[in-house]
T-cell receptor, first 113, second 111 residues
Framework: DAGVIQSPRHEVTEMGQEVTLRCKPISGHNSLFWYRQTMMRGLELLIYFNNNVPIDDSGMPEDRFSAKMPNASFSTLKIQPSEPRDSAVYFC???????????FGPGTRLTVL | GEDVEQSLFLSVREGDSSVINCTYTDSSSTYLYWYKQEPGAGLQLLTYIFSNMDMKQDQRLTVLLNKKDKHLSLRIADTQTGDSAIYFCAESSSNTGKLIFGQGTTLQVKP
């Protein structure tokens, strides 16, 4: 299995631009999570989906952030417009019930200039 | 609300044992986890323990759970330089798969 796949691995953009991060969960997993990691705030859960339905988006910082999961094999996290304080590593993770073990992708390092 | 606390930094010498500690507040936690994050990588699950267990051992790793005190520890025997990483404690108390993570403990292993 290829594991959780995220793209791009690195993204550098200018303030005000739209950024779209992509995630392909492990096949058969029915839960998907988006996290943000920074030195200042550590690892934060932004939103998670169960069976493609958003369950809890209370961690999404602002209306500038949105996430979708159109099908079981794909999810996006969009930031529009982006700001320098959005610079962070964004992780996607997937899980399949049971012990709630989450498998993390390699992350997307976002830099907003 | 739910909270997970860890010390931020631990330094040990190669060959020594490392003990990383974690406390949590949610008494309804069902599973508790230890994740490892190496530089530039995502989090990797090391081990987990069900809340009705006191101890779990897996090769060099030993997890101890004191449910009364809501205290979890990870012991790494014969610590190697390759064990240098950030270790995250996490707890889960729902069927949704949502985890609450601690802030991570940076383990530095000196040769």
């Amino acid at each position: 299995d290829a594991g959780v796949i995220q793209s791009p691995r690195h993204e550098v953009t200018e303030m005000g631009q739209e950024v779209t991060l992509r995630c392909k969960p492990i096949s058969g997993h029915n839960s998907l999570f988006w996290y943000r990691q920074t030195m200042m705030r550590g690892l934060e859960l932004l939103i998670y989906f169960n069976n493609n339905v958003p369950i809890d988006d209370s961690g999404m910082p602002e209306d500038r952030f949105s996430a979708k999961m159109p099908n079981a094999s794909f999810s996006t996290l969009k930031i529009q417009p982006s700001e320098p304080r959005d610079s962070a590593v964004y992780f996607c993770a997937s899980a399949s019930g049971g012990a709630n073990e989450q498998f993390f992708g390699p992350g997307t390092r976002l830099t907003v200039l | 609300g739910e909270d997970v606390e860890q010390s931020l930094f631990l330094s040990v010498r190669e060959g020594d044992s490392s003990v990383i500690n974690c406390t949590y507040t949610d008494s309804s936690s069902t599973y508790l986890y230890w994740y490892k994050q190496e530089p530039g990588a995502g989090l990797q699950l090391l081990t987990y323990i069900f809340s009705n267990m006191d101890m779990k051992q897996d090769q060099r790793l030993t997890v101890l759970l004191n449910k009364k005190d809501k205290h979890l520890s990870l012991r790494i025997a014969d610590t190697q330089t390759g064990d240098s990483a950030i270790y995250f404690c996490a707890e889960s108390s729902s069927n949704t798969g949502k985890l609450i993570f601690g802030q991570g403990t940076t383990l530095q292993v000196k040769p």
